[in-house]
C-alpha cells in the first residue's frame, strides 16, 4: 500500500529535550515536506526536500532541522523544543514534476512541549 | 508574497443540500496547480480534487467539482449532495509550477447537519 508514515503519532516532551519525528515514504516520491498546522493558522511549511541531500527553509524553518540522506526517509529534528513548537506536525511527499504536483500526507504527529 | 485566503472560517450546510466553500490566492505566476484537501475528525489529510491552472475546463470528482476563475484567481470548492461524512475542515492550496513551496489556506471548517 502507498502510504507516508511518521512516528511518534504523539509526543509529550520537555522544554530543551532533543526530539526527531521520523518520515517515510514508499512511493519513490523525489518530493517530501514538513508543514505544522496550528488553529486559524493553517497548514504552514517548515521545510523542504527536492531531492537527496537537497534542502530549502520553508515559511517557519526556525527551531527545526531536517537532513535527506536515502529517499525514503525525511525525519524532522526538534534539537531544544520549546512550548511554541506544540502543534500538529504533517509530513508529506510527492513527485518533483511534471502534472503530478499532489502531495501525500502521513497520519500526523501531535507533540506537547511542556 | 502569494497568498491564499479562505474567507469563511466555519460554514454549515443541510444533508442532501449543495454548499460551496470559497478560496481566492495570489500570485504573479501564469502556470500553478490548485487543490483542496479535506481533513475530517480523525486529522488525516485527504486529497479532494486537483487543478492544474493551464486547463480551462473546471476539475470535478464525483460530488465535488471546483469552479476555477483564472483572471479572478479565484477557486471555489462546489460539494453537491451533501452527506454526514463531508463533516470536516476543508483547504485550499497552490504551488507554482517551477517552484518547490506550498502554499494553504486557513481553512474552512464546514458541518453537514442531519
Known amino acids: 500500500e502507498a502510504q507516508v508514515t511518521q512516528n511518534p503519532r504523539y509526543l509529550i516532551t520537555v522544554t530543551g529535550k532533543k526530539l526527531t519525528v521520523t518520515c517515510s515514504q514508499n512511493?519513490?516520491?523525489?518530493?517530501m515536506s514538513w508543514y505544522r498546522q496550528d488553529p486559524g493558522l493553517g497548514l504552514r511549511q517548515i521545510y523542504y526536500s527536492m531531492n537527496v541531500e537537497v534542502t530549502d527553509k520553508g515559511d517557519v524553518p526556525e527551531g527545526y532541522k531536517v537532513s535527506r540522506k536515502e529517499k525514503r526517509n525525511f525525519p524532522l529534528i526538534l534539537e531544544s523544543p520549546s512550548p511554541n513548537q506544540t502543534s500538529l506536525y504533517f509530513c508529506?511527499?510527492?513527485?518533483?514534476?511534471?502534472?503530478?504536483?499532489?502531495?501525500?500526507f502521513g497520519p500526523g504527529t501531535r507533540l506537547l512541549v511542556l | 508574497a502569494q497568498t491564499v485566503t479562505q474567507s469563511q472560517p466555519e460554514m454549515s450546510v443541510q444533508e442532501a443540500e449543495t454548499v460551496t466553500l470559497s478560496c481566492t490566492y495570489d500570485t504573479s505566476e501564469s502556470n500553478y496547480y490548485l487543490f483542496w484537501y479535506k481533513q475530517p475528525p480523525s486529522r488525516q489529510m485527504i486529497l479532494v480534487i486537483r487543478q492544474e491552472a493551464y486547463k480551462q475546463q473546471n476539475a470535478t470528482e464525483n460530488r465535488f467539482s471546483v469552479n476555477f476563475q483564472k483572471a479572478a484567481k479565484s477557486f471555489s470548492l462546489k460539494i453537491s449532495d451533501s452527506q454526514l461524512g463531508d463533516t470536516a475542515m476543508y483547504f485550499c492550496a497552490f504551488i507554482p509550477s517551477g517552484t518547490y513551496k506550498y502554499i494553504f489556506g486557513t481553512g474552512t471548517r464546514l458541518k453537514v447537519l442531519a
Open positions: 512511493m519513490n516520491h523525489e518530493y
Open positions: 508529506a511527499s510527492s513527485l518533483s514534476t511534471g502534472g503530478k504536483r499532489t502531495q501525500y
